[in-house]
C-alpha cells in the first residue's frame, strides 16, 4: 500500500510541476501581452521563450479553463493531495462509511468548510474584497480536502459535476404556458414568483423574494450517480 502511495505520489508530483510550469507560462505570455507596447515586442517575446504559435495565449487559456486537467487530474488535487502528502494526511482511496479514521477526517473537513464560509460570510459583510477572494481560495482547498476524505478522484469528481449542472439545466422551460402554469401553481401554495427569458424560447421560473430558480417539475431530474460506482469504491 505504501509503494502505491509512493507511486502516484510520485506522478502527482510531476504532473503538478508541469501543471504550475503551464499556468506560469500562462502568466507570462498575460504579462507580456500587458507590457508590450509593440506587436514586435510581442512577436520578439514569442522567439525568446520558442512559442511559435501567435494564438498561444487564447489556445492556453482554453485549456486551462475548459479542461484544467493534467492526466485526468485537476490542478487544485495534485496541490491538495500533496500537501496532504507532505503533512501525514491520508489520501483515502475509497469511500468507507465504516472506517473510523476516515470518518474523522470527513468530520473535521466539515467543520473546516463552514470556518471558512463564516469568514468570507463576515469578509462579505465587511464589503472587504480581498479577504472576500482569501476566503474563496481557502473555500476551495477545503472543499477538495472533503472530496479527498470521502475517496474521491477527479474522474469522480467531473462525473458528479457533470451530473449536477445537466440536472440543474433542465429546470428550465421551453413552453411559457408550462411556466405559467407552474407559477400559478407556486402562487397557489403562497410562493410569488416571476419568470425570465434570459434566451430566446428559455424561460426561467424564479421565486420573487430571493431570485431562486424553482424546478420545472415536468421535465426536472435528480443527477444520477448510479453510475459513481464503477470508479468510486464505496464501502
Do not use: W
Not at 57 to 63: A, G, I, N, S, V
Not at 153 to 182: G, Q, W
Not at 196 to 224: A, H, M, Q, T, W
Amino acid at each position: 500500500m505504501e509503494n502505491n502511495e509512493e507511486k502516484m505520489m510520485e506522478s502527482f508530483s510531476s504532473d503538478y510541476e508541469k501543471s504550475m510550469a503551464f499556468v506560469e507560462l500562462v502568466r507570462a505570455v498575460s504579462v507580456s501581452l500587458k507590457a508590450s507596447k509593440t506587436q514586435e515586442d510581442y512577436e520578439a517575446f514569442l522567439k525568446e521563450n520558442e512559442i511559435k504559435d501567435d494564438t498561444v495565449l487564447e489556445k492556453l487559456h482554453e485549456t486551462m479553463v475548459s479542461e484544467s486537467m493534467f492526466g485526468g487530474k485537476s490542478i487544485l488535487f495534485h496541490g491538495v493531495s500533496l500537501f496532504r502528502h507532505q503533512y501525514g494526511v491520508p489520501i483515502f482511496q475509497e469511500f468507507n462509511l465504516t472506517d473510523q479514521v476516515q470518518l474523522d477526517n470527513i468530520s473535521r473537513d466539515v467543520d473546516l468548510v463552514q470556518e471558512e464560509l463564516n469568514e468570507f460570510k463576515e469578509a462579505f459583510e465587511n464589503k472587504n474584497h480581498i479577504k472576500m477572494i482569501d476566503a474563496i481560495g481557502d473555500l476551495r482547498v477545503v472543499l477538495m480536502q472533503l472530496c479527498i476524505s470521502c475517496g474521491l478522484t477527479p474522474d469522480a469528481l467531473n462525473l458528479i459535476d457533470f451530473e449536477v449542472s445537466t440536472s440543474n439545466s433542465s429546470k428550465m422551460f421551453r413552453d411559457i404556458d408550462k411556466a405559467l402554469d407552474a407559477s400559478n401553481e407556486y402562487k397557489a401554495q403562497g410562493v410569488e414568483t416571476h419568470i425570465e427569458e434570459p434566451i430566446k424560447g428559455c424561460y426561467v421560473l424564479k421565486r420573487s423574494s430571493d431570485n431562486k430558480v424553482l424546478k420545472n417539475k415536468e421535465d426536472f431530474f435528480e443527477p444520477d450517480f448510479d453510475y459513481l460506482s464503477q470508479i468510486v469504491n464505496f464501502k
